[in-house]
């Protein structure tokens, strides 16, 4: 299995270096739900809405790749993991996180990432991770075995994601918990070199807390954050690319349980050098995307890239005559070196991230977080524009889209 791997964008300018303690940062995958700004109860998410959420993504600096993350409930059931992609390689150049539903699934999106790439090699230059998860405690299902040998003889990378929980398809233990992550993990790694050695594998998870208390599956509890740990530990000895389920939240609603629990997860992952971060975006129990929480969690993301950076201690500047002058003037303000480190120093967060006093907050307004997250969804929307495809690989990509539509009676693609 190699010790590296790079996933590249359509544009060059979003590849992602998976080695060492690189981090990087995307939605999470195959919400169920969509919490729309203002209400109490989620919908089921449509073709339109995954578009939406791609074109958000695309215009985020600090989500660096995309991902399928809703499921199109207003499409027939097995079209859903095809044509998720399909919309996603229309609106944005990112590379992307994916997974199909189905045994057919891999074959046509397999090609439609070779239309995309435009003849160049999926092997040698991989635009897409395919995620697959085991079925605990310790089983592989028919369609996840299937979708394990087809990624791998096509040459795909493939992101193992086991998903135990304690108590409930794992021990009660952490430590129990850890070493059936592990088992499930290299099961799949063994099946996929098995069947084409060399493929490209990232040791991922999802794992949960069962809560007896309530029959909820938690995701974003301490003991969920301590198993990821782990296994990244666990991963970096084998020398493999990482990844985890972070910087999410079991909150119903995007409120201050939402922000705590999405910034512990994110912070963690990113200090512990997890090489694929994903969650940005989703609440309750990994079941519902919001798009005013994704660019919330974009800021959190900006907060822990500044603090994983830490201190530069290579500074050259003569600190004695710095000094000197500075209290001679009485501040450090007029100073060049003021001017010269200030934004190398500084993180600089959008106007979502509140710091002005009180009387100028109100002026403006008196927003909170949620209401400036929802005004700057829309102006996304307004405004971006992803780069699109030339207009012949758009045109191949359409007609390969519609051509699996038509059977089900869907003779044109609005989106």
């Keep these: 299995?190699?010790?590296?791997?790079?996933?590249?964008?359509?544009?060059?300018?979003?590849?992602l270096n998976l080695t060492e303690n690189n981090v990087y940062f995307d939605p999470g995958s195959a919400a169920i739900s969509l919490l729309d700004y203002g209400e109490e109860e989620p919908r089921p998410p449509t073709l339109k809405d995954v578009r939406d959420f791609a074109v958000v993504v695309d215009s985020?600096?600090?989500?660096?790749?995309?991902?399928?993350?809703?499921?199109?409930?207003?499409?027939?059931?097995?079209?859903?993991?095809?044509?998720r992609l399909y919309v996603v390689l229309k609106y944005s150049t990112k590379p992307v996180v994916t997974g199909a539903f189905t045994v057919e699934g891999i074959s046509d999106m397999k090609h439609m990432l070779e239309i995309v790439s435009d003849g160049r090699s999926l092997k040698l230059r991989p635009t897409a991770i395919f995620d697959v998860c085991?079925?605990?405690p310790l089983k592989w299902s028919h369609l996840a075995a299937r979708?394990?040998?087809?990624?791998?003889?096509?040459?795909?990378?493939?992101?193992?994601?086991?998903?135990?929980?304690?108590?409930?398809?794992?021990?009660?233990?952490?430590?129990?918990?850890l070493i059936q992550h592990n088992a499930e993990v290299l099961s799949g790694?063994?099946?996929?070199?098995?069947?084409?050695?060399?493929?490209?594998?990232?040791?991922?998870?999802?794992?949960?807390?069962?809560?007896?208390?309530?029959?909820?599956?938690?995701?974003?509890?301490?003991?969920?954050?301590l198993i990821c740990c782990g296994y990244v530990d666990i991963a970096k000895h084998y020398g493999l690319p990482t990844h985890a389920y972070l910087g999410m939240s079991d909150a119903k609603v995007i409120d201050y349980q939402a922000g705590f629990e999405t910034a512990l997860g994110a912070l963690i992952g990113a200090l512990k050098g997890i090489n694929i971060i994903s969650g940005a975006g989703m609440i309750e129990f990994e079941r519902c995307q919001s798009l005013e929480k994704l660019v919330l969690d974009e800021e959190i993301c900006g907060y822990v890239y500044?603090?994983?950076?830490?201190?530069?201690?290579?500074?050259?500047?003569?600190?004695?005559?710095?000094?000197?002058?500075?209290?001679?003037?009485?501040?450090?303000?007029?100073q060049r070196h003021t001017v010269e480190w200030l934004r190398r120093e500084q993180h600089m967060p959008s106007q979502l991230v509140d710091r002005r006093d009180r009387s100028t907050w109100r002026a403006l307004g008196g927003l909170d977080a949620l209401k400036r997250a929802r005004t700057r969804v829309k102006e996304i929307l307004s405004h971006h524009q992803p780069e699109p495809l030339q207009p012949d690989v758009e045109k191949e990509l359409n007609k390969f889209a519609v051509s699996i539509c038509r059977p089900h009676g869907l003779p044109h693609l609005m989106v």
């Design 189 to 225: 790694i063994a099946m996929v070199q098995l069947t084409a050695a060399g493929t490209p594998v990232i040791y991922g998870g999802s794992p949960a807390l069962f809560d007896p208390r309530h029959g909820t599956s938690v995701m974003a509890s301490p003991e969920v954050l």
């Design 306 to 334: 500044r603090i994983a950076r830490g201190i530069d201690m290579d500074e050259e500047t003569p600190m004695t005559q710095l000094f000197q002058d500075a209290t001679a003037k009485g501040h450090f303000l007029s």
């Design 147 to 177: 979708n394990l040998m087809d990624c791998a003889e096509a040459g795909l990378p493939v992101e193992l994601v086991s998903m135990p929980q304690t108590s409930a398809t794992a021990p009660a233990t952490l430590a129990g918990c």
């Design 134 to 136: 085991p079925s605990p």
């Design 60 to 83: 985020l600096k600090n989500i660096q790749a995309q991902s399928t993350a809703l499921v199109p409930m207003d499409l027939p059931e097995n079209l859903r993991d095809r044509i």
């Design 1 to 15: 299995t190699p010790h590296r791997l790079t996933v590249y964008s359509r544009d060059g300018k979003h590849d």
